[in-house]
């Protein structure tokens, strides 16, 4: 097998390359050599690779290392920003030390992430603004006289979650371009700017299809044209690829658009009050058609709602509102550079409205996601396969897709079929670690089902003494907030254990509590399921309340299913089943994380064994021991 790996990828990777004299611990790993050779032979063919890599492989380095070593430009896209910056400030420094030609490197994040400048000074003295937010703006106004980058996330005092970030960055619609006053200094130019010259562009998944989107409508392109593509922790692509190739329009934006009209219009055209008037009218408008929308979902189907005939009449005024101000500014667009960008604005907010007032297409689905103050409408493909093919096969790129979570029993056609990558090349190279040694799998048998209303109670009473064997240094991962906080109602008064529970602090500061607080049993849901990498005995045992099946009336799912159904095809068995695995595989890979992790993972879901399908989740599992009797949990811990 050695002899097959010629590649100077996997010579780099070896015992006697290069890499070895500047990474700390450094081991030879056969799994990482075979997938650097993979993505070789990939880059050279111009070929769609798709890789599941188990953990412990070291893709990472296994996608890079064919990367840095070819002459080739290249994107990296991963599923986070936190993914982001530990790709650009401490997996790639290490590999461009151990090669002779060092690349050029850019980090590009969304405009989102950087300030700017012309909105900040804008924001003085907003009335918008409450008394700490303009001393927090204060405070960002000195940080901005330091930065070089601009990138938000150096400014530590500012939260995501922040209310002033709206006024200290611009969006795609608001953004003056050139005609900015503060255009040389925008931060988002420069880091545009980087990422053109760089050989390396590390961006997310939503920047890189936010670009796609923008290359699509023939605006410029926010990436340079590359010849590889990589998409790390790729299971996320079908969700970010559904989302981008919607159209949707949101409250939000509305509102938004209307006071930065209304600011403008104060600035730049003052005597213009029915503009004004009609902006008021818009913004009352698209609140009381909040109101009228009346359900406990979070995502609901927008077609169910078109019944509400009172509902119906205000989208219909919001859209002649929108038509009423669009026709204003086109009046008044000569008058000032924000008024010209405020009338691009309305006409594109007037045609992705226009949407939504008609009927969706039969390859679309109409939905609603609702907020507490906010609603946005999406028009989602039912099916991105056309889409995304079509973008993979006429670019003249390798694409190089890789998880530790893509395939269901080693099949990957659940992805493939997504996407519409049916010829793409497989590879599929399992875990080097032990797990027959390092982890035992727990299957206590509850005896109720997951919708009974008592299941989290027998869930606490199972948990219990596999807590009491791990002393703590736990992870119980809910598959939804109801369920996690019915939970810890429970264990406050029964564990014995510190408790951290998802909700009641930043999951950052979380997190954090977790790694600094002895024998803590943390409860989280689906951020907390993959993207945390907690190694040592610190995480010890995860317990895994339900198997993580989407719910079937989510509006996009539902549509999936109908249409599955239409064609006499078993949507439960195409779609609902390898989603579960996928995700159930995520959350079981925060147990072992290191060649000296030792771990159990409980699957308090009796389903796994009661069901026929249940073999698909146990196989799709890393090999390891399974047992039924708490005892064994014991012995594992005391061994």
Not at 184 to 211: G, P, Q, W, Y
Not at 290 to 309: D, G
Not at 326 to 335: D, F, H, K, P, V
Not at 378 to 392: G, H, Q, R, W
Request: proline residues 4%; negative net charge; aromatic residues 8%.
């Amino acid at each position: 097998m050695r002899e097959y790996l010629k590649s100077p990828a996997a010579q780099l990777l070896s015992k006697s390359g290069a890499l070895k004299e500047h990474l700390s611990g450094f081991s030879e790993r056969l799994e990482q050599q075979l997938m650097a050779e993979e993505v070789t032979n990939a880059i050279a063919a111009k070929e769609v690779l798709i890789c599941e890599a188990g953990t412990g492989t070291g893709k990472t380095l296994g996608y890079l290392a064919p990367i840095f070593l070819s002459s080739k430009k290249s994107i990296v896209s991963t599923a986070t920003k936190a993914l982001q910056d530990q790709l650009y400030h401490r997996d790639i420094p290490v590999l461009n030390n151990s090669i002779s030609s060092p690349k050029s490197i850019a980090l590009l994040k969304g405009r989102q992430n950087y300030l700017c400048i012309y909105r900040m000074n804008k924001s003085f003295g907003d009335p918008r603004l409450d008394t700490p937010s303009q001393l927090l703006l204060g405070h960002t106004s000195e940080w901005a006289g330091q930065t070089v980058t601009g990138d938000l996330d150096e400014l530590k005092i500012l939260e995501d979650g922040s209310n002033i970030r709206p006024f200290i960055t611009s969006t795609a619609e608001n953004c003056l371009g050139a005609d900015c006053p503060a255009f040389s200094d925008c931060h988002v130019v420069k880091a545009r700017k980087e990422a053109t010259a760089a050989d390396v562009v590390v961006v997310n998944h939503h920047l890189l299809f936010a670009d796609i989107e923008l290359k699509e409508s023939g605006f410029a392109e926010l990436l340079p044209d590359a010849d590889i593509v990589v998409l790390d922790e790729a299971h996320k692509v079908p969700d970010v690829a559904s989302l981008f190739f919607s159209r949707s329009i949101s409250a939000r934006q509305i509102s938004m658009f209307c006071q930065d009209c209304k600011q403008a219009v104060q600035k730049e055209a003052p005597d213009m009050v029915v503009l004004t008037s009609e902006l008021e009218r818009l913004e009352q408008c698209q609140r009381s058609l909040r109101a009228r929308i009346k359900s406990k979902n979070a995502r609901l189907t927008w077609e169910a709602q078109r019944t509400n005939v009172g509902l119906n009449q205000k989208v219909g005024d919001v859209g002649n509102l929108l038509r009423m101000v669009s026709e204003q500014l086109e009046i008044a667009e000569e008058r000032g550079i924000e008024l010209a960008n405020c009338y691009e604005r309305a006409i594109n907010l007037k045609e992705r409205w226009t949407v939504f007032e008609n009927d969706a297409t039969p390859d679309h689905v109409h939905w609603i996601e609702l907020a507490k103050h906010n609603f946005t409408f999406f028009d989602t493909p039912i099916n991105v396969a056309k889409e995304f093919s079509s973008l993979v096969e006429k670019s003249d790129t390798s694409w190089i897709m890789t998880s530790a979570t893509l395939a269901v029993k080693g099949d990957f056609s659940y992805f493939k079929d997504y996407l519409g990558l049916q010829t793409a090349k497989e590879c599929f190279l399992e875990s080097p670690f032990d797990y027959k040694e390092q982890a035992l799998l727990y299957l206590p048998g509850l005896e109720v089902a997951p919708n009974d209303s008592d299941y989290e109670k027998r869930l606490v009473e199972a948990a219990l003494p596999v807590l009491e064997a791990s002393k703590g240094r736990a992870f119980i991962l809910f598959t939804s907030y109801r369920s996690l906080n019915a939970t810890a109602a429970i264990m406050r008064d029964l564990n014995q254990y510190p408790l951290l529970v998802q909700g009641e602090a930043p999951r950052n500061q979380i997190l954090k509590s977790f790694y600094s607080t002895p024998n803590a049993v943390l409860l989280g849901t689906s951020s907390f399921w993959e993207g945390v990498d907690v190694r040592g005995q610190q995480l010890s045992l995860v317990i895994i309340d339900k198997l993580p099946f989407m719910p079937p009336t989510d509006p996009v799912i539902e549509a999936r299913i109908n249409r599955l159904a239409e064609k006499g095809e078993n949507a439960f068995e195409k779609i609902q089943i390898p989603h579960a695995v996928t995700v159930l595989k995520q959350g079981a890979g925060r147990l072992i994380r290191d060649c000296n992790d030792r771990g159990v993972l409980m699957i308090a879901d009796n389903r796994i064994e009661t069901r026929g399908y249940g073999e698909i989740f146990l196989r799709s599992l890393p090999a390891m021991r399974l047992t039924n009797d708490v005892e064994d949990v014991q012995i594992f811990f005391d061994s």
